[in-house]
């Protein structure tokens, strides 16, 4: 099993920069990366960004690129979203996720274990 804990959100202004931590524990080491994900309101859930544990490559969706970084501390089991530029619709609920499977992170399906969301708010 793994656990994982996340933290950073909040309500922000447009415009504004927010940073979310995912700490994760237990049974790690079968871990192949990390995803942010988020779920707004009558919308099913959508891949944001993801990033190997090994060697660090990342992915984003289209409509965060050059907005949102992803990165990692190994040493803490860590991943951080960091999110500049906030835009009213990226209101939605943020959750991390970790898959031990090798491909195709950006499907929900993919992913063994999952945060229990963070609310994250851009008000106009």
């Known amino acids: 099993q793994v656990q994982l804990v996340e933290s950073g959100g909040g309500l922000v202004q447009a415009g504004g920069s927010l940073r979310l931590s995912c700490a994760a524990s237990?049974?790690?080491?079968?871990?192949?990366?990390m995803g942010w994900f988020r779920q707004a309101p009558g919308k099913e859930r959508e891949f944001v960004a993801a990033?190997?544990?090994?060697?660090?490559?990342?992915y984003y969706t289209d409509s965060v690129k050059g907005r949102f970084t992803v990165s990692r501390d190994n040493a803490k089991n860590t991943v951080y979203l960091q999110m500049n530029s906030l835009k009213p619709e990226d209101t939605a609920v943020y959750y991390c996720?970790?898959?031990?499977?090798?491909?195709?992170?950006?499907?929900?399906?993919?992913?063994?274990?999952w945060g229990q969301g963070t609310q994250v708010t851009v008000s106009s």
């Open positions: 990033i190997s544990w090994t060697i660090g490559t990342t």
């Open positions: 237990g049974r790690t080491f079968s871990s192949k990366a």
């Open positions: 996720a970790v898959t031990e499977s090798g491909n195709s992170w950006y499907q929900p399906h993919r992913y063994n274990y």
